[in-house]
């Protein structure tokens, strides 16, 4: 038996070495004219040594790096010889961003090839080494041999990354307070607090916070050189820049990214580590924020994705096979959904009457304030789509493929926190009333802001220096009517807004002043700031100038108005909290729309007369979408429920 238990071993062994060399002969042959590089690295690595983690880690690098790209080595460098310059420059991040978009343009037809055709033997044999060093650090002897694969040993963190010496020129800096810190037997050794200690250095160095820019389209500063000296940068650039400096110094880094929010038309990425007890701690705010923190309820996750060196087999199926590919989707990623949110596998009955030109892969659409964009794939089976690992408290709707685009293929359906799958199947037999007072979603911010009216009055005297005057109408809740409708007939001279609070400042978008048949008074401007300087005259104007996305702003008790020459009688007055616009704004035509069978179908358009719109014609049990026609490209996606609008 002892000898029959052996013999199954060995054989069992070889078939998997012979599965290994299969691939790897496959991985080689594709290699052409660079195969002889990528021998002196096995060659180098003989599985006859004694330690044979490093042979198994230039397989593991070999085997997956067929889709993996750089750019080409001689032009992209000339690219970056001149990107240094502009960056020394110190240059404004406008006039930064200028300089490097045309100097992209001078390099557009820069190509990429893949690694597994340029790679040399000396370089990788240079990144085994120094991710074996990176290994022991006392921070990650935490990692099993597949996390040092996935988030340690690859010699890049993102595609198009240079292959230089970027391990060498991070390691020891960026370490903050780390790098001084006397031994302790607290954090000395802590995954988390070198990550955080990272991550606050390059902080105060990069200043993301200032420098974030999300509309460059030129070619990314990704060599060692300049890639942590970029004078600006989006969420993805400051992530790349942590993850290379963090795997340099011996932290487990990924790169995670949520391909769109459940309540909003945009995605996000950031870094996450594999901490040393066991879980993966994201810095979700990338370098502004710090480990761990939580996500408000409005970034709700329906997908989260994790980029990966390894090539997932899944994905590579859904590549070659579907109609329709995802932009975002690529074959080195993974599903990481369940490490964040709360989850379901749900199987979506379809609308059969519709001829899919792909008859295997459908895929979960989202709302992205026009339409319904696809952020995942699923297979058809049974006259049902079936997904795996979505977030809760989402909206969705199933799309399949007709001809070559995407269509809606089922009723828009909600995921309840508790899991519970409810379908939005317009009920026109039930007809109800609903109140409405915004298109989108309200913000931390916009509350802030509108709540800081508080305490606000507007007040009438007939006195230059309001000696005396009339309370006409006193903010006491940020609920207060716009347009205020002034009770008090008496006319006055003087009329003015006054921040009374001393915690709030005088600050507001909009302040108008109407005749009781609501034509605009103009009058002169009184201030109790000195509108003879120039810069302050122009911050006034900014509340009166019909535009509620500007704002005028003086210190706490400041106050600002008319003198309208002679005594004045009042009929409204318009008073606008600092906000988003995405509130009534008056004078704007508004179009109310539910969704069913595939399209949406409008209850009216109507004019914002007042901080409310009243429709009496919405069928029950309806997904809905307010726009407004004038103005303005955030639109969301609600439930009217409760006698109030639900956000999805």
């Keep these: 038996m002892k000898h029959l238990f052996y013999s199954i071993f060995l054989y069992l062994i ?129 990692l099993n041999f597949e996390q040092f694969c996935e988030y340690l040993l690859p010699y890049k963190c993102v595609e198009l990354q240079e292959m230089d010496g970027w391990r060498e020129a991070f390691n020891g800096r960026y370490l903050g307070l780390s790098k001084d810190m006397p031994y302790n037997d607290e954090v000395s050794n802590s995954t988390q607090q070198i990550a955080s200690d990272i991550n606050k250095d390059l902080r105060v160095a990069v200043n993301q916070h200032q420098n974030l ?42 790169l995670d990214y949520v391909p769109q929010w459940g309540r909003g038309s945009s995605g996000h990425e950031w ?8 879980k993966y701690e994201p810095f979700i705010w990338n370098l502004e924020g710090n480990l761990g923190e939580p996500l408000l309820k409005a970034r709700q996750m329906p997908k989260v994705m994790r980029y990966t060196y390894s090539a997932n087999p899944e994905l590579e199926d859904y590549i070659q096979q579907s109609h329709y590919r995802m932009p975002h989707i690529t074959k080195f990623q993974k599903d990481v959904t369940s490490e964040y949110v709360a989850v379901e596998n749900i199987s979506i009955p379809i609308n059969r009457s519709i001829k899919l030109t792909d008859k295997r892969y459908v895929h979960l659409g989202i709302f992205n304030n026009k339409d319904w964009r696809a952020i995942d794939f699923g297979v058809l089976s049974k006259g049902s789509a079936h997904f795996q690992n979505i977030g809760r408290d989402a909206a ?71 000696a ?120 704007d035509f508004y179009e109310l729309k539910y969704w069913e069978n595939g399209q949406w179908f409008s209850l009216g358009i109507q004019e914002a007369v007042s901080e409310t719109l009243i429709y009496d014609n919405v069928p029950d049990k309806a997904i809905l979408l307010l726009s407004n026609i004038d103005r303005g490209k955030q639109d969301r996606i609600f439930t009217y429920e409760k006698g109030k609008q639900v956000w999805w």
Excluded at 271 to 278: A, K, V
Excluded at 480 to 494: A, D, F, G, L
Excluded at 560 to 570: A, K, L, R, S, Y
Aim: glycine share 6%; proline share 4%; with cysteine.
């Design 468 to 587: 005396t005057y009339e309370v006409i109408y006193a903010i006491d809740s940020i609920f207060y009517p716009i347009p205020i409708h002034v009770k008090e007939k008496t006319p006055y001279r003087y009329w003015r807004y006054k921040s009374t609070l001393p915690y709030f400042n005088c600050n507001f978008a909009e302040l108008q002043f109407l005749t009781i048949d609501s034509e605009l008074l103009e009058g002169t401007f009184i201030c109790s700031a000195d509108i003879t300087n120039e810069n302050m005259l122009n911050n006034i104007k900014k509340g009166f100038d019909g535009n509620w996305l500007t704002n005028l702003s003086l210190p706490s008790g400041g106050w600002v108005g008319f003198d309208f020459g002679e005594p004045t009688t009042i009929g409204k007055v318009v008073c606008v909290p600092r906000s988003d616009d995405n509130a009534m704004h008056l004078g």
């Design 213 to 254: 820019v999300r509309d460059y389209t030129g070619i990314r500063l990704r060599d060692a050189q300049t890639i942590h000296r970029m004078p600006f940068g989006s969420c993805m650039d400051y992530s790349i820049l942590a993850t290379t400096v963090m795997r340099s110094n011996g932290v487990p880094t990924a």
């Design 396 to 466: 969705y709707i199933v799309l399949g493929t007709e001809g070559e685009k995407l269509v809606p293929i089922s009723h828009p359906f909600i995921i309840r926190k508790t899991g519970v799958i409810e379908y939005c199947i317009p009920d026109t037999s039930h007809i109800k009333e609903i109140s409405l007072t915004r298109k989108f979603p309200k913000d931390f911010n916009t509350a802030v802001m509108e709540y800081k009216m508080k305490g606000g009055q507007i007040q009438a005297s007939n006195d230059k220096d309001f």
């Design 14 to 142: 070889l078939i998997a070495c012979n599965a290994e060399r299969s691939s790897l002969g496959e991985v080689l042959t594709l290699a052409g004219s660079n195969r002889l590089e990528l021998e002196k690295v096995l060659n180098h690595y003989s599985i006859d040594e004694k330690d044979s983690l490093k042979y198994r880690s230039a397989v593991f690098l070999i085997e997956n790096m067929p889709g993996h790209y750089s750019y080409d080595s001689v032009i992209i460098k000339e690219f970056y010889k001149e990107a240094i310059q502009i960056i020394n420059a110190n240059r404004g991040v406008q006039e930064s961003k200028a300089a490097l978009t045309k100097l992209s343009e001078q390099y557009n037809q820069v190509d990429s090839i893949e690694d597994i055709q340029i790679v040399t033997a000396d370089f990788l044999i240079e990144n085994i080494e120094r991710a074996f060093e990176a290994w022991e650090k006392p921070w990650a002897y935490h």
């Design 271 to 278: 870094h996450t580590i594999l901490s040393d007890n066991g």
